[in-house]
């Protein structure tokens, strides 16, 4: 699986939006870029995913470059629960291989503040 | 049940002793994880279970680990003779094949070995 690289922490201000940042370079041409987020205590928690266009959902939107090497998830609205750590993996849809194991990161530390 | 349901949600044992934790997937779900978080780190992959497939043990960190899922929903993971750096939070996720390859997390089980 490709692996990401995402800054530690970021800081925003509740109402603005949050952009989070993620490199994938090495992603291949089946790899889907998957976000998760996961509230302290809590099992992460699926947000968007996308394989080369931009998606939007209730969540979040993902922005992916063109070259597909990085992509932004972008919170449009931050509110004080969207106080998290976010993670950006790769992966093909299907369970097949070594896509079961999911490389997951450290992810991006999310600090909302009022 | 809606969700993935993991228990116990805490546990403390002594070190030498065996753990037993439960994870029930959301129904239907033929594909289920289980992954290890330490405290501040990233997701660790366990093991994964995909219909009546041979299980990928891969991610088991020894021989006092193992997993088994009976008719294709529950899943125990069992810590044979457990010791303190097994202490982590225990998480378990389902997914469903042909779908969107989204995870679906528990809400973990927090194992403290004394």
């Known amino acids: 699986d490709a692996k990401t690289t995402q800054p530690t922490s970021m800081d925003c201000a509740e109402g603005r939006a949050a952009n989070l940042p993620c490199n994938h370079s090495?992603?291949?041409?089946?790899?889907?870029v998957y976000w998760y987020r996961q509230i302290h205590s809590q099992g992460p928690q699926y947000i968007i995913h996308?394989?080369?266009?931009?998606e939007t959902n209730e969540m979040a939107s993902l922005i992916i470059t063109e070259d597909r090497k990085s992509s932004t998830l972008i919170l449009p609205h931050a509110t004080l629960r969207d106080t998290a750590v976010y993670y950006c993996?790769?992966?093909?849809?299907?369970?097949?291989?070594?896509?079961?194991?999911?490389?997951w990161g450290l992810g991006t530390s999310l600090a909302v503040n009022p | 049940g809606a969700g993935v349901s993991q228990s116990p949600s805490n546990k403390v044992t002594e070190k030498g002793k065996d753990v037993e934790l439960r994870c029930d997937p959301i129904s239907g779900h033929t594909a289920l994880y289980w992954y290890r978080q330490s405290l501040g780190q990233g997701l660790e992959f366990l093991i994964y279970?995909?219909?009546?497939?041979?299980?990928?043990k891969s991610g088991l960190p020894s021989d006092r680990f193992s997993a088994e899922r009976t008719g294709g929903s529950v899943s125990t993971l069992t810590i044979q003779r457990t010791q303190q750096e097994d202490s982590a939070v225990y998480l378990c996720?389902?997914?469903?094949?042909?779908?969107?390859?989204?995870?679906?997390f528990g809400e973990g089980s927090r194992l403290t070995v004394l």
């Open positions: 993996i790769v992966r093909a849809r299907h369970n097949a291989g070594n896509n079961r194991k999911l490389i």
């Open positions: 996720a389902s997914s469903a094949t042909g779908g969107t390859g989204e995870l679906f």
């Open positions: 279970f995909q219909g009546n497939s041979a299980p990928d």
């Open positions: 996308g394989l080369k266009n931009n």
């Open positions: 090495t992603i291949s041409g089946n790899e889907y």
